[in-house]
């Protein structure tokens, strides 16, 4: 049970757990040098500014990694609390400096809610920021029980989904599913920094999809990736190694030596093939069930989006997803639907009956990587006359 | 003006053409050695399965582009059309085969719709498939006017936006844009293939939209590669050395060689900011205004979407855009609406006196890439107390 708590650290993260505490009755102490950001923590409902009297039940240290071993060791002297976390995005380093230089190690919890969004401080802090988002939580053998059920007790009355790992596996998992495709976005990104004009007015979905993550901050996501850069340089060398055989198969593709051309092929589709199984790896949205998508033409006209989907609503349809590609330099967008299988077609003649432009309806795979899924931009192989 | 036209392959790019072209009132002569294939056309209303007795305006041809110099060499020598145009994905190797193998160069006008989809064969077809997209087509000095004008009245014909740019320079830039971004998210896919469980489970939205792309048809894209193998490879060359400065960096800064450190930061943070700048270059919507971003977060149930979008235009409010994040094994979505900054906040309010979970609304930038944005899961380097 928690009913007293502590947050040091009023920025983004500290202060929506504050709030998120407050609003479930935990009196949260807020704790911050930087006073107008305690301030604005306090008026915004986080809790008090008052150090508490007597030990709280938890304390979540929102301050940087390379600062969780020091800021620990220091409220722990002062006993600030029973138990401890933390809300650092790399784990490892924090468990060492904790391990070898606070004064009760069994005390701690390594955590790190997966959540954020590209906003930071205290006024965009959120009570419900973690709804619904996993929250890792690190441990190792000097674990006390009592500390890791304190930190699963905060996990819950943040709206979170905890997930115990041990600190190195959470740091390898985020370098490979968050610190490398942030660096490959941004390497891909950075080629069409120099892209002639008519380049970028090929550019479909595809290319911004894959390039969406490259605008962070280069400063913020430098820190990220120093913090872990071991496990993030074993994801980017082993991938420079497929990168490598690929551009070496394809320069031999291009000078079309027929000798070479079955085993370069090979290498090519079997990277690709590689890719499918990888990309087949992440989890889609928990237990969908077999869709259809419904292609709408829309007009770039004010309004348009909203009479689609209040026309779909009023046809009694369920929308499980819907996304939308507004090329650029066009006048017209399409809206694809998700929508459950059997009531595809009834939607799109009843869109077609309402004078919408309805693209043929196809079928979607429960998983997010469909096998034979390829976004085509080629003629099927005819049998070419002649 | 075209009143006649001729569509050699029936594929799905073939019969949408042919599809597009009737809805018009042009006379389409179907060509394929499969007969099925023009049978299945002709039922959906793509034209007629009988030659013309004379040359018709335009001919498409909907052929892989190995086959383009000889099917356009064949169909001149029996005078199907006047003009001649194709619709395959790479266009410098077909203008080459075109210009040393067929009769009369000056009437062929290389062509490429940027439209497809995950779909294939003629019963996926759909006159609206190239309604508001990017159609290019390359010239050459050899080029007639004519020849041009009557590929201009086609793309208009089909809804489309035409692009006229020479074939070099666009095979370049779909190995920019499309090819080259397909390998490095199979590459970046590939690494999870061998993923631990516990890693895909922290895998969140950026990671998914990242890989999307590489869930495409190995066969299909190991064809799409080889046929533009040196602009490809040109490409994926410079992105390896990037990628290779950068491992080297993160390698030298994991070892905190605290000298170098300034100069491997300096490395790895130029890197990302080449990405923003990349990134930057990506067209968004036209035209969009500055925009607030409203996060609800909605419940797994059946129908909470439609419900919201319900509220929401209930509310009178105009949605510019709308992104859902469901994420993996979590109860809980976050779908952010994207509306007019100055209606955001009296929306947010509205949901929230409708009991939606409403998170804190933000502001967005008219550009896709806005400078200073983040993706931040990390606390702001806050003053530490102590």
Redesign the interface.
């Known amino acids: 049970m928690i009913r007293t708590a502590a947050v040091?650290?009023?920025?983004?993260?500290?202060t929506s757990v504050a709030l998120a505490l407050s609003r479930r009755g935990v009196l949260v102490h807020l704790?911050?040098?930087?006073k107008d950001?305690v301030r604005t923590a306090v008026s915004l409902g986080g809790g008090v500014a008052e150090p508490p009297r007597e030990p709280v039940d938890i304390a979540v240290l929102?301050?940087?990694p390379s600062?969780i071993g020091?800021?620990l060791a220091?409220?722990q002297a002062k006993r600030l609390a029973h138990s401890y976390t933390d809300?650092?995005?790399v784990k490892h380093e924090p468990e060492l400096a904790v391990r070898f230089g606070a004064p009760d190690p069994t005390s701690y919890v390594g955590g790190?809610p997966?959540?954020?969004?590209?906003?930071?401080?205290p006024l965009?802090?959120?009570a419900?920021?973690f709804?619904?988002?996993?929250w890792?939580l690190t441990t190792c053998e000097l674990t006390s029980r009592e500390a890791l059920n304190r930190a699963l007790a905060l996990v819950a009355l943040c709206g979170a989904?905890p997930?115990v790992?041990e600190s190195t596996?959470?740091d390898?998992?985020?370098a490979?599913?968050?610190h490398?495709?942030?660096?490959?976005?941004?390497?891909?990104?950075?080629?069409?920094?120099h892209?002639?004009e008519?380049?970028?007015?090929?550019?479909?979905q595809?290319?911004?999809?894959?390039?969406?993550?490259?605008?962070?901050?280069?400063?913020?996501?430098?820190?990220?990736?120093?913090s872990n850069?071991?496990a993030?340089?074993d994801?980017?060398?082993?991938?420079?190694e497929?990168?490598?055989s690929?551009?070496r198969a394809?320069?031999s593709?291009?000078v079309v030596d027929v000798a070479r051309r079955a085993e370069d092929?090979t290498s090519?589709?079997?990277?690709?093939?590689?890719?499918?199984?990888?990309?087949?790896?992440?989890?889609?949205?928990?237990?969908s069930p077999a869709g259809a998508v419904v292609p709408v033409?829309i007009g770039?006209k004010?309004?348009e989006?909203?009479r689609l989907?209040?026309a779909?609503?009023d046809s009694g349809?369920?929308?499980?997803?819907?996304s939308?590609d507004?090329?650029?330099?066009?006048?017209?967008?399409?809206v694809e639907l998700v929508v459950a299988a059997e009531a595809a077609e009834s939607l799109a003649e009843r869109l077609v009956g309402a004078n919408w432009?309805?693209?043929?309806v196809?079928q979607v795979f429960p998983t997010?990587?469909?096998p034979?899924?390829?976004?085509?931009?080629?003629?099927?192989?005819?049998?070419?006359?002649?």
């Open positions: 040091v650290g009023a920025g983004l993260i500290g704790i911050d040098t930087d950001a929102a301050v940087p600062a020091r800021v220091e409220q809300v650092a995005s790190h997966m959540a954020g969004g590209e906003r930071s401080g965009a802090a959120c419900n920021l709804e619904g988002r996993t890792v989904v997930v790992m596996a959470h390898r998992a985020v490979l599913v968050s490398a495709p942030h660096v490959v976005a941004a390497l891909m990104a950075a080629r069409l920094e892209a002639p008519e380049a970028s007015r090929l550019a479909g595809g290319v911004r999809d894959m390039t969406r993550i490259a605008g962070g901050d280069p400063g913020l996501w430098g820190d990220i990736l120093e850069a071991a993030v340089a994801v980017l060398g082993e991938l420079a497929d990168l490598v690929t551009v394809l320069r593709l291009a092929m090519v589709i079997d990277m690709l093939g590689r890719g499918n199984a990888g990309r087949a790896r992440l989890p889609g949205k928990p237990g033409v770039d004010s309004g989006l909203a989907l209040a779909v609503h349809v369920n929308i499980e997803d819907v939308i507004h090329s650029p330099g066009k006048p017209t967008g399409l432009t309805v693209q043929r196809r997010a990587a469909a034979r899924t390829a976004h085509r931009e080629w003629p099927r192989p005819v049998a070419v006359p002649g």
